[in-house]
T-cell receptor
């Protein structure tokens, strides 16, 4: 079975500053990894995903994430955040059959003007 | 069309009412999902339909009854709910059931049970 840990439940950051949201997973098998964003009062939107290949994955809205197999991490980064990035961010992991899919507990990103 | 739509956006119901939530997608996806999300928590999977057949039921109480009339439509019938069932109910779809995990989510129905 897999599990996902998002250690930071809340991350405040000033506008135009860089941000990193941390995600660690545990699994005994190869996995797919995802970051989803949920804006207030909305559903979830896929930011990016790692399936295979290059460990640096670029997503929408200027976000990117790096898969680190040795550290079992998939941290999300953005070099310069905007007010509109204020949202809840969920990391998720899936086994390669897709039968097991788990969300992390979420990180609330607040961008301060 | 890359949208998953859900109706209604908001629903308030009493514990003796019967109501239904509706979800629709026209992306040709063959897998559809219902999730329940409480405030400040991640979504919890309730049901998965694959090719219009129920493939996963995550031990959801029988007061929630899913239905998939066709490949584009997914309903969730509600009956005799409890106040603790108040939550955001999210529908999602994917091309096939969870092979690469990518799911497209609707905006959700905010349900309040009085």
């Amino acid at each position: 079975a897999q599990s996902v840990t998002q250690l930071d439940s809340q991350v405040p950051v000033f506008e135009e500053a860089p941000v990193e949201l941390r995600c660690n997973y545990s699994s005994s098998v190869s996995v797919y990894l995802f970051w989803y964003v949920q804006y207030p009062n909305q559903g979830l939107q896929l930011l990016l995903k790692y399936l295979s290949g290059s460990t640096l994955v670029k997503g929408i809205n200027g976000f990117e994430a790096e898969f680190n197999k040795s550290q079992t991490s998939f941290h999300l980064r953005k070099p310069s955040v905007h007010i509109s990035d204020t949202a809840e961010y969920f990391c998720a992991v899936s086994d390669r059959s897709g039968n097991q899919f788990y969300f992390g507990t979420g990180t609330s990103l607040t961008v301060i003007p | 069309d890359t949208e998953v739509t859900q109706t209604p956006k908001h629903l308030v119901m009493g514990m003796t009412n019967k109501k239904s939530l509706k979800c629709e997608q026209h992306m040709g996806h063959r897998a559809m999902y219902w999730y329940k999300q409480k405030a400040k928590k991640p979504p919890e999977l309730m049901f998965v339909y694959s090719y219009e057949k129920l493939s996963i039921n995550e031990s959801v109480p029988s007061r929630f009854s899913p239905e998939c009339p066709n490949s584009s439509l997914l309903n969730l019938h509600l009956h005799a709910l409890q106040p603790e069932d108040s939550a955001l109910y999210l529908c999602a779809s994917s091309p096939v059931a969870r092979v690469d995990g990518t799911q497209y989510f609707g905006p959700g129905t905010r349900l309040t049970v009085l």
